[in-house]
């Protein structure tokens, strides 16, 4: 009889011990899931300053770079100093300037839609910096015969730039633009320190809330995934432009 209640006993312990592991199991697998859903929605914020600084810094770049080249004395010092400001402060500084600005000196309202404002703007005039000074080597290291060629066979400048110079500079700058804009997929993470919601500043709320290093775990997953896609195309555009040889 008591080897009986003993057995019943361990098969009552063994079936509340299953239970409560199943419990735990379903808790766990609840809890990733909306860790995940809320770092994928933070993570739409990270690409939407990714690729709103490449739209908008890829072509000023060129502009500051034709600036910085210019004959016009003038001209020329004043995209120095902008690509000197530029590259010698930190972005998140210019981030609060560029935030805060517009109410210590036009007494200007500040909003959430401020915070994202200001983080592209800052993101562009930055990167724009950065990606000029590659332009500008590239478009330099292009013999001067070959702008001479093509006045000879009636190319006009603009022909000569788009038809000539820039598919070359493009393959010569490649390697480096790639490591610009793996370094944008990264730094979009400085946006938590205005307050934008994106993915690592999701992580980190998710981090203090949870007591847990999963959501960090995640993030660099997030991370090292669409740095690795950015990787593969850079190497596909660079493949393509390999029938221009120096």
Known sequence: MRGVWQGALWRNRGR????????????????????????????????????????????LGVLVALGRMSRVKPLAWLMRLYISVMRGTPLMLQMFFIYFAPYYLFGMDLSTDSKFNATIVAFIINYAAYFAEIY????????????????????????????????????????????EIITLVKDTSLAFAIGVAEMFSTAKALVASQVSMLPFVFAAVFYWVFNFIVEVVLNRIEKKLDYYHD
Not at 26 to 44: K, N, P, W
Not at 45 to 52: H, K, S
């Open 136 to 179: 500008r080597s590239g478009i330099q290291s292009i013999p001067r015969g070959q702008y001479e060629a093509a006045e000879v066979l009636g190319y006009s400048r603009v022909q000569t730039f788009m038809k000539i110079v820039l598919p070359q500079v493009i393959k010569r700058i490649l390697p480096a633009m790639g490591n």
């Open 16 to 59: 509340a011990i299953r239970s409560r592991f199943m419990l735990l199991r379903e808790r766990i697998a609840v809890d990733i899931s909306t860790m995940l859903t809320m770092l994928g929605q933070g993570f739409v914020v990270t690409l939407q300053i990714f690729f709103l600084t490449l739209l908008g810094s890829l072509p």
